[in-house]
C-alpha cells in the first residue's frame, strides 16, 4: 500500500509523461485546443524537422555550448572544491554556504544581474569609460561570450558541490603515503588526487552538461538573438508557433541525444 | 645512531600528545612504541615520518635533523594503520610506486618489485586491484610497498591491528623474519602487549605522552619500572607499604608484610609489583610469616591456560591470582591463602 | 593555487549579486546607474499590486509543493532503501531518478501533456494554473527529496531499528519513535531543496500553467524581456534578505539541536 502511492505517482506523472511525448511527436497537428489529434499517426513533425538543416545546425550548437559550459565549470569548480575540501574544517561549512548562497538569490535575477552589468549602458562599460580604457561602450550583451559567462555563473555549485564531496571522502592517508613513498606535492597530485577523483569530476561534468543541453532561460536572456538552440527551438515551436507535434519531436531528439550521458552519468553515481 | 628524538614535544590545540620525549634507536633494532590509546604513540610516528613538526625538540635521522625536511626526502618509510593502498592501481603499480619517485629504470623497477612480491609470496597477485586482495595479501602488499625501497628504517603503525586473531601470529613471526632478512630497523606502533613482547628487540612504553621505560621484553617484564607498566604489562597487582624495623615492608591494605630483595630504611614508604601467576592459592595449610596474606575467594574466571581468581583481602585490597589450568580451584565465598616467593616482590621507582 | 581559484570563483558568484543588491539603494532610475541613496524602489516594489499578488502565488504553490514532495519523496526514498526485491523494483529506481536528468524544458512540455491527457481523460484539471504548476514542482521536487531520503536512510544503522523492534515497538511505533526522529533533518534539507526548486523556477511553470497563475519568476521574466528596471533591484535586495534571515534561523537551530544533542549523548 505504501509502495502503490509513490508507485502510482511516478507512473502518472513521470511514465504516462514522457511516452505521450513520444506519441503525440508522432501525431498530426490541428486546429483547436489542444492544438493536435489524439490518436493519429503522422510524420508531419518529423519532415518539418528534416526540411530545415536550423534543427540539425541547432542540436549540433546545444552540445557544443553545453560541452564548453561544462568544461570551464569543471576546470574552475575543481580547484574551488579541493581548497575547499582542504581548509580548516571549522570554516568548511561557511565557504560552502558561500558556494550555495548564490542559488537562493533567484536564478532569474542573477541574470537580470548580468544583463545589468553587460549591457551597452551597464556597470561594466560605465568602469571601462570611466577609466578611460575605452571611448565607446562595448557591445558586450547578447554574445556568446556573455551567454557562456551566464550559464557557467548558473551551473558552478552543481560542479562544485559533487566535486567537493568526492575529494572530501578521499581518504588523505593515501595522498601521506604518496609523499611517504618519495612523491613531491605535485606527484602526489597527478598520480593520486586527480586519479582517484576523476568519477566525480566526470559526473560533474555531466550534471552540469545534461541540463546546459537543453538550457533555454541564459541564452534568451544574455546570448545573440540569431544563435539557436534546442531549448529556444522547442519553446519557439510550442509557444509562438503552437506546434505540439514539432516541440514533443525536438524533445524526443533531445533525449536520444542525451540518453548516453544520462546513462553514464547514472553509472558514475551508482558507483559504490 | 639511525634515529635519535631529542626532547620532541608536541601540541593540539590543548591536549599535550608528546611530552619532551627522547628515544634512541639503532640501525638493524626492533623497536615497538606500546600504549594505549592517546598514548601519542602514533603521533610519534607520524613525527617521525615528517607528517607532524614537533612544536619543541628534534628528529634526527642518521644525524640529520630532520626539521622542514618533507617525508618524501625523509630515508623512512611508513606501512599504514590501514594500509593506504592506492585503490586504483594494481598490486605491481602500488609497489612500483617509490621505485618510480625515484627514476628509475623500468626494467630495474620491474626487477626489484618482483622479487620483492616473491619475499612474501604474492608474485602471481601483481596485477589485482587491493579490493581483491584478503586482508592478510594487503597487510603484505603494504608492507613489500615500503621495504621495496630498501629503506634503514621501517615504520609501522598497528600492522597486524586489521588483522583476525588467527593470521595475527603467523603475520607477526614473517614480521620479524623479513626485519632481519632485510635488516631494515622496524619501529612499530602497537596496542597489544603480547604483540610487542614476542616481537620487538626493545620495547617502549608509552604513557600520556611520556616515554615510562624502554627495555628489551624480558627486563620490562620482570622489572617494570612504574606501576603504570606493571599493570599494562601482564596486569601485576601493586602493594603498598611502609618498611617496619623487622625489615619487612608491612602492607596494611593488603595484610602482609613482604620481604624485599634490598631492605629499605625504616619508615620509607614503597609500592611493589606482584604478578598474578608467582601467586599460590591454597584452601588449607599453615600461613608463612612473610610473602603471604589471607583473604577470601570473590570470583573466578576460566581464561583456558588458568584460572584468574580474584581474592579480597583481610586489608581490603583485592589481589588477582593466576591458578595453572590443571589445579583445582576451590568453590567462590572460601577462605584461601595466598603465598608467593621474595623473588616475586619487585620494587617500583613510583 | 586552489585557493585563489576558491577566492576568484567565490568573487565570481558573489559580484553581480552584489552589484545588484547595491545599486538597489540608488535613486537613479536607470539601473546599475549610481543616483544618491534611496529607498524609492523599496516603496515601489511593495506598492506593485501585480508583483506581489505573484509572489504570494509563488510562496503558496512553493509551500504545497515541497510538502507534497517531501511526502512523496520520503516514500520513493523509503521504498528504495527499505524495501527489497520487488516486482518493478527497476522501473520504480528508473523513474525516480528520471525527473533529475530531463532538460527543464522536457520536463515542463511532457507534464503539460500528462495534465492535457488527464483533462481529456477524467474531465480534470479543468483549467490550469497554481494547481497543475504545484504538481508539476512536487514531482520535480519529489525526485530530489527521494535523494536525499534514501541516502540518508541507507547511512542509517538498521540495528536502530531492529533494536527498537527487538524491544517490542510495532513497525508504526518503530517509525514514529526512531526512524522519523533520525531522518527529520534529511526531510528537513528536502522540503527546503523542493521549496527552493519551486521558487526559482520559470521554465516548468510556464508550460504547465495557465492565465490564471503567473508565478513570481513567470512575471518576473516577462518583464525583464521589455527591459530592466531598478524595482528589480530592489526585489534581489528583499529577497536576498530574506533568503539570509532564513538561513540564520535554520542555522540558529541547528546549532542549538546540535548542542542539545552533544549535551544528550
Not at chain 1, 2 to 24: D, E, Q, T, Y
Not at chain 1, 103 to 130: I, S
Request: with cysteine; charged share 15%; proline share 6%.
Amino acid at each position: 500500500m505504501l509502495r502503490a502511492i509513490p508507485f502510482g505517482w511516478l507512473l502518472a506523472f513521470v511514465a504516462v509523461p514522457c511516452l505521450l511525448l513520444l506519441a503525440i511527436a508522432f501525431s498530426s497537428s490541428a486546429e483547436g485546443v489542444p492544438p493536435f489529434a489524439w490518436g493519429t499517426l503522422s510524420l508531419d513533425a518529423w519532415a518539418t524537422l528534416t526540411e530545415d538543416s536550423f534543427y540539425l545546425s541547432a542540436f549540433l550548437r546545444s552540445l557544443r555550448v553545453a560541452f564548453i559550459t561544462a568544461a570551464l565549470c569543471l576546470a574552475l569548480a575543481f580547484p574551488m572544491a579541493l581548497a575547499l575540501a582542504r581548509a580548516p574544517a571549522r570554516w568548511q561549512p561557511a565557504l560552502v554556504l558561500a558556494v550555495l548562497l548564490p542559488f537562493w538569490t533567484g536564478f532569474l535575477l542573477r541574470m537580470a544581474a548580468w544583463v545589468g552589468l553587460l549591457r551597452d549602458q551597464g556597470w561594466l562599460n560605465g568602469v571601462l569609460l570611466g577609466l578611460g580604457l575605452i571611448q565607446e561602450p562595448l557591445p558586450m550583451l547578447y554574445s556568446t561570450p556573455a551567454m557562456l559567462l551566464g550559464m557557467v555563473h548558473a551551473y558552478l555549485p552543481f560542479a562544485v558541490l559533487p566535486l567537493y564531496a568526492t575529494l572530501l571522502r578521499l581518504d588523505r592517508g593515501l595522498e601521506e603515503a604518496a609523499a611517504d613513498l618519495g612523491a613531491s606535492a605535485f606527484t602526489v597530485f597527478r598520480t593520486i588526487t586527480l586519479p582517484l577523483a576523476a568519477p566525480g569530476a566526470a559526473a560533474a561534468f555531466l550534471l552540469v552538461f545534461i541540463p546546459a543541453a537543453g538550457e533555454y532561460v541564459v541564452p534568451e536572456m544574455l546570448g545573440p538573438p540569431e544563435a539557436q538552440l534546442v531549448g529556444r527551438a522547442l519553446w519557439g515551436a510550442f509557444f509562438q508557433d503552437r506546434d505540439w507535434p514539432l516541440a514533443c519531436l525536438l524533445a524526443v531528439l533531445l533525449l536520444a541525444v542525451l540518453v548516453l550521458p544520462i546513462r553514464l552519468f547514472q553509472r558514475l553515481e551508482n558507483r559504490p | 645512531m639511525l634515529l635519535s628524538l631529542e626532547g620532541v614535544t608536541k601540541r593540539f590545540g590543548a591536549t599535550l600528545a608528546l611530552d619532551g620525549l627522547s628515544l634512541a634507536v639503532e640501525r638493524g633494532e626492533f623497536v615497538a612504541l606500546l600504549g594505549g590509546s592517546g598514548s601519542g604513540k602514533s603521533t610519534l610516528l607520524r613525527l617521525i615520518a615528517g607528517f607532524e613538526a614537533p612544536d619543541a625538540g628534534r628528529v634526527l635521522l642518521d644525524g640529520v635533523d630532520q626539521d622542514r625536511v618533507p617525508p618524501q626526502a625523509r630515508p623512512c618509510a611508513m606501512v599504514f594503520q590501514n594500509y593506504a593502498l592506492f585503490p586504483h592501481l594494481s598490486v605491481f603499480d602500488n609497489v612500483a610506486y617509490g621505485l618510480r619517485r625515484e627514476g628509475l629504470p623500468g626494467l630495474d623497477i620491474a626487477a626489484r618489485v618482483q622479487q620483492a612480491l616473491a619475499l612474501v609470496g604474492l608474485e602471481a597477485l601483481a596485477a589485482r586491484r587491493p579490493h581483491q586482495l584478503s586482508g592478510g595479501q594487503r597487510q603484505r602488499v603494504a608492507l613489500v610497498r615500503a621495504l621495496v625501497k630498501r629503506p634503514p628504517l621501517v615504520l609501522l603503525d598497528e600492522p597486524l591491528g586489521a588483522l583476525d586473531a588467527a593470521l595475527r601470529e603467523a603475520t607477526g613471526q614473517e614480521l620479524r623474519a623479513l626485519q632481519r632478512a632485510t635488516g631494515a630497523a622496524f619501529i612499530m606502533v602497537t596496542h597489544d602487549q603480547a604483540e610487542a613482547l614476542a616481537l620487538a628487540d626493545r620495547v617502549a612504553v608509552l604513557e600520556a605522552g611520556r616515554l615510562v621505560q624502554c627495555a628489551p621484553p624480558r627486563d620490562l617484564y620482570e622489572r617494570p619500572a612504574t606501576r603504570f607498566v606493571a599493570s599494562f604489562l601482564g596486569g601485576a597487582n601493586v602493594l603498598e607499604g611502609v618498611m617496619g624495623a623487622d625489615g619487612l615492608l608491612h602492607c596494611a591494605a593488603a595484610g602482609c608484610a613482604l620481604r624485599l630483595a634490598t631492605p629499605l630504611p625504616a619508615g620509607t614508604k614503597a609500592a611493589v609489583a606482584l604478578r598474578p601467576e608467582r601467586i599460590a592459592l591454597a584452601a588449607e595449610g599453615e600461613l608463612p610469616a612473610e610473602n603471604a596474606a589471607t583473604g577470601v575467594l570473590r570470583g573466578v574466571v576460566y581464561q583456558g591456560a588458568g584460572w584468574l581468581c580474584t581474592v579480597a583481602l583481610a586489608g581490603g585490597q583485592s589481589l588477582r591470582v593466576q591458578v595453572p589450568a590443571d589445579r583445582a580451584v576451590p568453590p567462590e565465598g572460601v577462605p584461601v591463602l595466598l603465598h608467593w616467593p621474595a623473588t616475586a616482590n619487585i620494587p617500583l621507582a613510583d | 593555487m586552489s585557493r585563489v581559484a576558491l577566492v576568484a570563483g567565490l568573487a565570481f558568484l558573489w559580484l553581480p549579486i552584489l552589484l545588484l543588491v547595491g545599486y538597489a539603494f540608488s535613486a537613479s532610475p536607470i539601473p546599475f546607474q549610481l543616483g544618491g541613496f534611496s529607498l524609492r524602489w523599496f516603496a515601489a516594489l511593495a506598492a506593485d499590486e501585480r508583483l506581489l499578488e505573484a509572489a504570494w502565488l509563488s510562496l503558496r504553490v512553493a509551500t504545497g509543493a515541497a510538502t507534497l514532495a517531501t511526502v512523496l519523496g520520503g516514500l520513493v526514498g523509503w521504498v528504495l532503501a527499505r524495501q527489497g526485491a520487488f516486482r518493478g523494483r527497476a522501473l520504480f529506481g528508473a523513474l525516480a531518478g528520471v525527473p533529475l536528468v530531463l532538460p527543464e524544458v522536457v520536463t515542463g512540455l511532457s507534464l503539460l501533456l500528462a495534465f492535457v491527457g488527464l483533462q481529456t481523460l477524467l474531465g480534470w484539471p479543468t483549467e490550469r494554473g497554481a494547481t497543475t504548476v504545484l504538481l508539476a514542482h512536487a514531482t520535480l521536487g519529489a525526485a530530489y527529496a527521494a535523494v536525499v531520503v534514501q541516502s540518508r536512510l541507507s547511512q542509517l544503522d538498521r540495528g536502530l531499528e531492529e533494536a527498537a523492534a527487538d524491544l517490542g515497538a510495532s513497525p508504526s511505533q518503530v517509525f514514529r519513535t526512531i526512524t522519523l526522529p533520525l531522518i527529520a533533518p534529511a526531510l528537513a534539507a528536502a522540503w527546503l531543496l523542493a521549496f527552493t526548486l519551486s521558487l526559482d523556477d520559470v521554465v516548468v511553470a510556464s508550460f504547465v500553467s495557465g492565465p490564471a497563475g503567473t508565478t513570481l519568476p513567470m512575471l518576473l521574466f516577462s518583464r525583464l524581456r521589455l527591459g530592466l528596471t531598478p524595482e528589480i533591484n530592489a526585489l534581489g535586495a528583499a529577497i536576498l534578505a530574506l533568503a539570509g534571515l532564513a538561513l540564520g534561523l535554520a542555522a540558529a537551530m541547528l546549532h542549538r539541536s546540535a548542542r542539545h544533542q552533544g549535551k544528550a549523548g
